[in-house]
Each structure stands twice: as C-alpha cells, then as structure tokens.
C-alpha cells in the first residue's frame, strides 16, 4: 500500500482556470504538509497541518488554499491559476513534532499552465 | 528564507567509487536531515542526524554534523547505479524543515 498518495500525477490546465489536488496518507501521522518544487529543484514549504489545524502558512497567494477533512487528508485548492504556479506539488506526512521528525513524501502532482 | 546549501551542485562518479556531499546551514537546529528524490519521484528520507550527534551510520551511508561549523557531510560508499538521484539535507527547527537545492549524483557502470 503506498504511504501518501497524491492524484492527480499530472495536471495540464489554462491559466485562469481553477483545479485541486488529493492527499491521502494511511501512516497514521498527525501532520501533514505541501511543498512546492520549483524548475531547479529548490523545495519550499506552503503550509503545514496539524490534528486538522493550519500550523505553518508560508507566504502563499491566497489563491491556495489547504484543506484538511481529517487527519489522514489534505487537499489543496488552486484557484485562478497563472504561468508562475507551475511545478510540482508534493505532499508529505510526519508524526510528531512537526521539524523533527522524517517526512514521508508522495510522488508529487506535475502542475503545467498552459 | 533557505537554510541549507548543498555543495556540490553536481557529482558524476563511477560505480563502486565513494560519493560525498556536503551542506551548510545558517541558524542553530534541532536535527538535520538527508533526504534522497529519485527522478520523477518523491523525497525518501535516508538519514536524521541530532544536534548533539557528531556522526551516524545507515548501511552504506555515513553521515557527519559539525554545529560549530554549521555543516553537515553525507558519504555513501561503494556506490551503484541505482544510487543515482538528487540528494537534499534539510535542518529542522521549529515548526517546519528547511530543505537545501541539492546534489545532483550521477553513478556510471
């Protein structure tokens, strides 16, 4: 079974158009995260949730927006896309305290702004 | 802002040779973390090394933390092909980790 899994894999849009992304993760962690990786590989943090609640919230547009139903769950909605929004999204789940543990990633959603 | 910096940006080594990386970091931490990404994967935690630890073993890897220095180094040795991938250190502080640009290794048969 994997561990965190994101759908879609792949995400080719317009710009302007509105889209989400699905997390799951069936480790039983009570925290869960979305990065950012941008064309170089740097990888940025957008927002952290903890037992449901907004823990981290980087400088994002507001644009994104997380959502977490559950403690297994964290969906991210982006609306009115643009150019600069393409990436990859990973998610990612750790136990514990939020900076101190391992993460476990999943495989990432490829974002492309047509 | 980023914490960790990768050195190098790129390594191309031959199967069975040692691989070492290095990363340097700004501000005090917790912990720090190596993390592997295969291509068109995600990131796989390999190794956390504490604040008060100065090395750690896991297999073939070897890591060190030098916090006076604020700089971390992963060796992987005898390396393979199947070692091929972009390898990440990331400090933990707080509430969130801080993840480096990474090292491009390439292994050749």
């Known amino acids: 079974d994997t561990a965190v899994s994101q759908t879609p894999k792949y995400l080719v849009t317009q710009m302007g158009n509105d889209k989400s992304i699905k997390c799951e993760q069936n480790l039983g962690h009570d925290t869960m995260y979305w990065y950012k990786q941008d064309s170089k590989k740097f990888l940025k943090i957008m927002f952290s949730?903890?037992?449901?609640?907004?823990?981290i919230n980087e400088t994002v547009p507001n644009r994104f927006s997380p959502k977490s139903p559950d403690k297994a769950h964290l969906n991210l909605h982006i609306n009115s896309l643009e150019l600069g929004d393409s990436a990859v999204y990973f998610c990612?789940?750790?136990?514990?305290?939020?900076?101190?543990?391992?993460?476990?990633f999943g495989d990432g959603t490829r974002l492309s702004i047509l | 802002s980023q914490q960790g910096e990768e050195d190098p940006q790129a390594l191309s080594i031959q199967e069975g040779e040692n691989a070492t990386m290095n990363c340097s970091y700004k501000t005090s931490i917790n912990n720090l973390q190596w993390y592997r990404q295969n291509s068109g994967r995600g990131l796989v935690h390999l190794i956390l090394?504490?604040?008060?630890?100065r090395e750690k073993h896991s297999g073939r890897l070897r890591v060190t933390l030098d916090t006076s220095k604020k700089s971390s180094s992963l060796l992987i040795t005898a390396s393979r092909a199947a070692d091929t991938a972009s390898y990440f250190c990331?400090?933990?502080?707080?509430?969130?980790?801080?993840f480096g640009k990474g090292t491009t290794l390439s292994v050749s048969s």
């Open positions: 090394i504490r604040s008060n630890e």
């Open positions: 949730y903890n037992n449901k609640e907004l823990i």
């Open positions: 990612a789940s750790s136990q514990g305290v939020f900076g101190a543990q391992p993460q476990h």
């Open positions: 990331a400090t933990g502080a707080g509430t969130a980790l801080i």
